[in-house]
């Protein structure tokens, strides 16, 4: 919806371009790509210090219980699905080392 608007186009326009014209699929797909990876690349570069503000909620005896309890929450939260997604890519990997895929 929103690169309909920026295109100046409707959604079913942009939606009819997609479906007939695969050279302009392929263009927004490739544009569509560039910008996640470059969100994904500073969002990565900010990593570090957000792990360190949870760290430092989490340690700091001044800081309100329920900041506390949420920061530890995130912790949690975020390490468990990360470990889901390392067994998945694993998973992932050995399935297609059996099937001889790379």
Known sequence: DQAATMAGRTERTLNRWISEDALFADALKA??????ADASRRLAALLEDAVTALYSLVKKQDT???VRLRAA???ISNLVRLREFD???E???ALEERLNVT
């Open 91 to 93: 998973r992932i990997a």
């Open 73 to 75: 929450d995130t912790i």
């Open 31 to 36: 544009s569509t790509d560039a910008s996640v």
């Open 87 to 89: 067994e998945l890519e």
């Open 64 to 66: 309100p219980d329920h």
